[in-house]
């Protein structure tokens, strides 16, 4: 079973990942989530993104907030994808989060979505797995196609709205 993990700078972020963790179950990919800081918990971030591959994990999501260094700090220790995803703070909205975690240097990507963009997150990672799990490639079809027939759908209303 393909397997991601959460990994949240702080309990505060759970509200924010809890889309992701939604989103990777309805595609039946098992999710393991963890609350480590990369400057209150430095050595355990490090050997949690150092034993995630023998541990099974495929992708990382790792949500922060503020200086958002955790995604970065994640990167340097595997070699898994990382996927930054940054949460809105009261400092700056967010601005501060998403720059912090989009301007790492070269050699260690992080790959960046939007403030609070959970579920684009999770949407990410499926993408990535699917890359092995034909599974996973074939649901994300149907969903885009699900998405697709949901717009058409609105469209054909509004245009019957305009007509009547």
Do not use: C, W
Not at 22 to 35: Q, S, Y
Not at 97 to 120: D, F, H, K
Request: glycine share 8%; no cysteine; net charge neutral.
């Amino acid at each position: 079973m393909p397997k991601v993990g959460i990994v949240m700078g702080s309990i505060s972020d759970l509200e924010v990942v809890k889309g992701a963790k939604k989103v990777l179950e309805g595609f039946g990919v098992e999710v393991e989530m963890r609350v480590l800081s990369a400057h209150r918990t430095p050595v355990e971030a490090a050997r949690y993104a150092q034993d995630a591959e023998k541990n099974g994990i495929e992708v990382l999501i790792a949500a922060a907030g503020k200086a958002a260094h955790l995604p970065g700090v994640l990167a340097a220790y595997t070699t898994l994808p990382v996927i930054g995803l940054p949460v809105k703070s009261s400092t700056m909205d967010g601005l501060d989060s998403l720059l912090s975690i989009v301007q790492m240097p070269s050699g260690v990507p992080v790959a960046t979505v939007a403030i609070n963009g959970s579920e684009n997150a999770a949407l990410l990672a499926v993408q990535m797995l699917a890359l092995r799990y034909k599974h996973l490639a074939d649901k994300l079809k149907e969903h885009k196609q699900r998405m697709a027939q949901q717009v058409l759908e609105q469209d054909k209303k509004l245009q019957e709205e305009v007509i009547s």
